[in-house]
């Protein structure tokens, strides 16, 4: 992964970790549910988008240095391996 791209899931990493932080406040201080809740769904998004990011950049770095490597098989498995953990 490049320095640009690592980057930016950092950022969003930290940004994730500081909603889970206000997460375990919002507990502490009985929030009402739905407002956890709903904070809850955003950091599931922020987790699917830093997921997002880091397929893209395997796809585009390591998939394409193993196709041209001659790695086609181990290439298409991990392609597989990872579809099916996205649709869980």
Do not use: F, P, W
Request: charge should be positive.
């Amino acid at each position: 992964m490049d320095d640009k791209a690592k980057a930016k899931v950092i950022r969003r990493l930290k940004l994730i970790e500081g909603q889970v932080r206000g997460l375990q406040k919002m507990v502490e201080s009985d929030t009402y549910c739905i407002d956890v809740i709903t904070q809850t769904s955003a950091v599931k998004q922020g987790l699917s988008n830093v997921e997002d990011m880091l397929l893209e950049n395997h796809l585009n770095h390591c998939v394409h240095h193993q196709m041209k490597a001659g790695q086609v098989a181990k290439a298409g498995a991990e392609i597989i391996k990872v579809y099916k953990l996205k649709r869980k």
